[in-house]
Antibody
Framework: EVQLLESGGGLVQPGGSLRLSCTASGFTFSSYAMTWVRQAPGKGLEWVSSISDYGQSTYYAESVKGRFAISRDNSKTTVYLQMNSLRADDTAVYYC????????????WGQGTLVTVSS | DIQMTQSPSSLSASVGDRVTITCRASQGISIYLAWYQQKPGKPPKLLIHSASTLRSGVPSRFSGSGSGTAFTLTISSLQPEDVATYYCQKSAYDPPWTFGQGTKVEI
């Protein structure tokens, strides 16, 4: 059974940093791209960032480019999202999602971790 | 960037009704479109990928169609458990892999 467990969310002040982690199990982690998707309170889904299977390619939404960094450690079956220079509009539930073997949709989702940016 | 626009933003229908949600891409995306269902307080679930391929385990009352710029998600006979918000997503070509703004389905 595929499981994606996010951690690292919490309350942070504007301008601060936070690192999210997502530990995966139930599939061959190194064979699949991974993605972070966020959802602000009461709002829709926003694609944030994706990373290819071995980490050689990374992609970012314009809204986070230069502030967020995605990475992965295949030996630990974990994907990370380093978030710097956080702003109030980064407040959201952040979901870790697995991509299928082809295409960039999301076939499995974690339960999400809440990031709140507030003073 | 390619924009994804869903309509309507919300709808109310009766149990047993046929429900159709539309998703339009600002440029052609072939069949590279996915549909998700999200119930309150839960993460989204994949329903359909490649515009019309039903994910294993998803009830057959759900179907998808379309290609290029116009896509539809149809629920052939609405059930109480289908109350949710539905999202489309562009799923290939260059990033960003944008979501539509969502369609809330109520009974």
């Amino acid at each position: 059974e595929v499981q994606l467990l996010e951690s690292g969310g919490g309350l942070v002040q504007p301008g601060g940093s936070l690192r999210l982690s997502c530990t995966a199990s139930g599939f061959t982690f190194s064979s699949y791209a991974m993605t972070w998707v966020r959802q602000a309170p009461g709002k829709g889904l926003e694609w944030v960032s994706s990373i290819s299977d071995y980490g050689q390619s990374t992609y970012y939404a314009e809204s986070v480019k230069g502030r967020f960094a995605i990475s992965r450690d295949n030996s630990k079956t974990t994907v990370y999202l380093q978030m710097n220079s956080l702003r109030a509009d980064d407040t959201a539930v952040y979901y870790c999602v697995k991509a299928p073997g082809s295409g960039w949709y999301s076939d499995y989702w974690g339960q999400g971790t809440l990031v709140t940016v507030s003073s | 960037d390619i924009q994804m626009t869903q309509s309507p933003s919300s709808l109310s229908a009766s149990v047993g009704d046929r429900v159709t949600i539309t998703c339009r891409a600002s440029q052609g995306i072939s069949i590279y479109l996915a549909w998700y269902q999200q119930k309150p307080g839960k993460p989204p679930k994949l329903l359909i990928h490649s515009a019309s391929t039903l994910r294993s385990g998803v009830p057959s009352r759900f179907s998808g169609s379309g290609s290029g710029t116009a896509f539809t998600l149809t629920i052939s006979s609405l059930q109480p458990e289908d109350v949710a918000t539905y999202y489309c997503q562009k799923s290939a070509y260059d990033p960003p892999w944008t979501f539509g703004q969502g369609t809330k389905v109520e009974i």
